[in-house]
């Protein structure tokens, strides 16, 4: 084989593995079982470090809201949301700590007492992907 040979076949690995190792994907979330169209639904991507990936602020109607995280690279995520109702940014909470406003969590990861273990809202994104979640109240 030629050393133009191996040059050429080198450059197209090459170019296969930048358009594969840098593909950007989109999320679209579906949030349904929403009381009522108050508000808007507080959303944040994490990566698979717990850190925020993306955030989307989506408009509610006929219960039901629906968003897109664009230009995600491939990995592992988690989302996590809520309804805020009264618009002041934050998930209200009574006096003992326990939500007032609707919430939840990537495969509907919901414990008894919180949310299951951050393992559990775990996704893996290797495509365009969406995701339909169910709020709880």
Do not use: H
Not at 13 to 22: D, E
Not at 31 to 49: A, E
Not at 64 to 90: H, T
Not at 111 to 132: A, C
Request: hydrophobic share 40%; glycine share 12%; charged share 20%.
């Amino acid at each position: 084989m030629s050393n133009i040979s191996r040059l050429c076949l080198l450059i197209s690995g090459l170019l296969v593995f930048q358009s594969s190792a840098f593909s950007q994907f989109s999320l679209g979330i579906k949030i349904t079982g929403i009381k009522n169209d108050k508000g808007v639904i507080m959303l944040q991507l994490l990566d698979s470090l717990e850190q925020v990936a993306g955030q989307e602020k989506g408009a509610i109607g006929d219960g039901i809201s629906e968003m897109r995280i664009n230009n995600i690279a491939s990995g592992s995520y988690a989302v996590r949301y809520f309804q805020d109702v009264n618009l002041n940014g934050e998930l209200d909470k009574n006096k003992l700590g326990i939500p007032v406003e609707g919430y939840g969590f990537s495969n509907n990861a919901y414990g008894m007492f919180g949310p299951k273990p951050f393992r559990d809202w775990l996704f893996r994104i290797e495509g365009d992907t969406s995701l339909i979640l169910k709020i709880k109240y």
